[in-house]
């Protein structure tokens, strides 16, 4: 079975442009997640979409950051434009359902810079 | 709000011994799991081994065991016959029945397994 997909892998970015993260779930997965992780730090939850719908997006700075889902599969986190402090690694997640005894499954994440 | 806490930010020891990680977490949450998460350099979260809070029962993933004591808050991981593989960032997570499938992270143990 394929785990979850992201890319880039990397991205180094000039602050105030735009950036662009692609993520593909497990295959059925209904749930995505998407958490950034900034450095020595845990991950921290962004967005949470069931299938096309967002449950959460209470910690999302709406004002520069976007996410969609278009299909209830791929789903596509947008920067815009990016800050400093956006330097993190990115990471998206998927789980078969929402309910709280669902294991979540990562993907590797997207490392980016913001100079 | 529930939070998450790993005292130690960095851990050693020596191939074949064993380590145990220290994880606590505030909640007023009856329903809930407890999860440890493996992050490798290559920057995947994997998950290592997960607890039910109904369950009295220790869960035990070959070398990978925890300490679940409920009434202290304290969700321990021991690693047996450490391996050089089981290098990496070890997190505690923690995902409550009124906090969706939202995982709150601790801010990872630093692992360091010498030859």
């Known amino acids: 079975e394929a785990g979850v997909a992201q890319s880039p892998r990397y991205k180094i970015i000039e602050k105030r442009q735009s950036v662009a993260f692609w993520c593909n779930p497990i295959?059925?997965?209904?749930?995505l997640y998407w958490y950034q992780q900034i450095l020595g730090q845990g991950p921290k939850l962004l967005i949470q979409?069931?299938?096309?719908?967002?449950?959460?997006d209470s910690q999302l700075p709406k004002d520069r950051f976007s996410a969609e889902r278009l299909k209830g599969v791929d789903s596509t986190l947008k920067i815009q434009p990016a800050k400093l402090e956006d330097s993190a690694v990115y990471l998206c997640?998927?789980?078969?359902?929402?309910?709280?005894?669902?294991?979540?499954?990562f993907g590797p994440g997207t490392r980016l810079t913001v100079l | 709000a529930q939070t998450v806490t790993q005292s130690q930010p960095e851990m050693s020891v020596q191939e074949a011994e064993t380590v145990t990680l220290s994880c606590t977490y505030d909640?007023?949450?009856?329903?809930?799991?407890l999860f440890w998460y493996k992050q490798p350099p290559s920057r995947q979260m994997i998950l290592v081994i997960r607890?039910?809070?109904?369950?009295?029962q220790n869960a035990t993933e070959n070398r990978f065991s925890v300490n679940f004591q409920k009434a202290a808050k304290s969700f321990s991981l021991k690693i047996s016959d450490s391996q050089l593989g089981d290098a990496a960032m070890y997190f505690c997570?923690?995902?409550?029945?009124?906090?969706?499938?939202?995982?709150?992270f601790g801010e990872g143990t630093q692992l360091t397994v010498n030859p």
């Open positions: 979409f069931q299938n096309n719908g967002v449950v959460d």
């Open positions: 607890q039910e809070a109904y369950k009295q």
């Open positions: 295959s059925g997965h209904a749930t």
């Open positions: 909640t007023s949450e009856s329903d809930y799991y």
């Open positions: 997640a998927s789980s078969l359902l929402a309910d709280v005894g669902n294991t979540q499954y």
């Open positions: 997570a923690y995902k409550g029945e009124t906090s969706g499938s939202r995982l709150t």
